[in-house]
């Protein structure tokens, strides 16, 4: 859970468009990595990590899902 007395952060809007990117990718990929383990308790405490991550930088959150369909 986000501490809401965590004082003065950096946000999205704050950082340079690099900097957002690769944090966008990182995340990307460990949530690709995290959904080849075909475990979905990995695969769920990943996206909880990812989304309380984008969170506290201002972000809306991550909600991974995974297409069965292929």
């Given amino acids: 859970m986000i501490n809401p ?3 003065k952060t950096l946000g999205l809007k704050d950082m ?3 900097q957002v990117k690769m944090l966008m990718e990182f995340i990307d990929l460990t949530v690709q990595l995290a959904s080849l383990t075909n475990d979905m308790e990995v695969v ?3 996206e909880a ?3 309380e991550l984008i969170k506290i930088f201002g972000g809306n959150g991550v909600k991974v899902t995974i ?4």
Avoid: F, L, V
């Fill in 5 to 7: 007395n965590i004082g």
């Fill in 16 to 18: 340079h468009p690099m």
């Fill in 44 to 46: 769920d405490e990943t």
């Fill in 49 to 51: 990590a990812a989304d």
């Fill in 67 to 70: 297409d069965t369909d292929y």
